[in-house]
């Protein structure tokens, strides 16, 4: 089984500044994705960033980008430029690879709290 | 461009009451759809998904059963409540393809007395 840790509970940051959030994984696959969702105090779950695996290439989504080290299995996003809007639990997620595999199976890590601010 | 819907957003049920949340999806064809329920200050939990209409599985045993009646449509139900109910829904959807990324509806809050 699968196992995502983050092991920090709250970050908090100012805005402007940059923040890195950490997230380790556990996994035999080779073939995996991997996604950071934010969760802001709405409690609607929204794709942050999403990677795959077979990519060595980091994704960046505007101020977000994720630092992927396969080898190490680890999976940080940075928040660059932080903004009050910010403000959310962040959690990092696992999804095995294989059609049937990825059907809605996302494995959880405990989520970090970030809070901007001013 | 997609969107997905679910409601109510709130609801207080007494123990015992049925249940049914229901959430849409606008802007896909044969969607995969997926109800999560997520406990305070945790990550989530899926409880059933579906790949197509009227095939539907658990992936936890519990007091709930999940409907896709239509191609867009899927509804969470109970015939009787619990109190261990309670928590935070919500519905989400994926395009067929591996590994591909999954969408959350605004959540629903159940709250069971």
């Given amino acids: 089984a699968q196992t995502v840790t983050q092991s920090q509970p709250e970050?908090?940051?100012q805005e402007a500044e940059t923040v890195t959030l950490s997230c380790?994984?556990?996994t035999s696959e080779n073939n995996y994705y991997l996604f950071w969702y934010k969760q802001p105090p709405s409690r609607q779950m929204i794709l942050v960033i999403r990677q795959e695996a077979y990519k060595q290439q980091n994704a960046t989504e505007n101020r977000f980008s994720v630092n992927f080290q396969k080898a190490a299995k680890s999976f940080s996003l940075k928040i660059s430029d932080s903004q009050l809007g910010d403000t959310a639990m962040y959690f990092?997620?696992?999804m095995k690879g294989g059609v049937e595999d990825s059907w809605g199976k996302l494995q959880f890590g405990a989520g970090t709290q970030v809070v901007v601010t001013p | 461009s997609q969107t997905i819907h679910q409601w109510p957003a709130t609801l207080v049920q007494p123990v015992g009451s049925p249940l049914s949340l229901e959430c849409t999806v606008e802007g896909?064809?044969?969607p995969n759809l997926y109800w999560y329920r997520q406990a305070a200050g945790r990550g989530l939990q899926l409880l059933f998904y579906s790949v197509g209409i009227g095939q539907i599985s658990s992936e936890v045993p519990q007091n709930l059963s999940a409907s896709?009646?239509?191609d867009r449509q899927f509804i969470l139900s109970s015939k009787k409540l619990l109190l261990s109910d309670s928590g935070f829904y919500l519905c989400a959807w994926s395009t067929g393809l591996t590994g591909n990324t999954i969408y959350f509806g605004e959540g629903s809050?159940?709250?069971v007395v």
Avoid: E, G, H, I
């Fill in chain 2, 28 to 30: 896909t064809s044969n």
């Fill in chain 1, 92 to 94: 990092c997620a696992f």
């Fill in chain 2, 109 to 111: 809050w159940l709250t």
């Fill in chain 2, 68 to 70: 896709r009646p239509q």
């Fill in chain 1, 11 to 13: 970050m908090s940051v």
């Fill in chain 1, 24 to 26: 380790t994984y556990d």
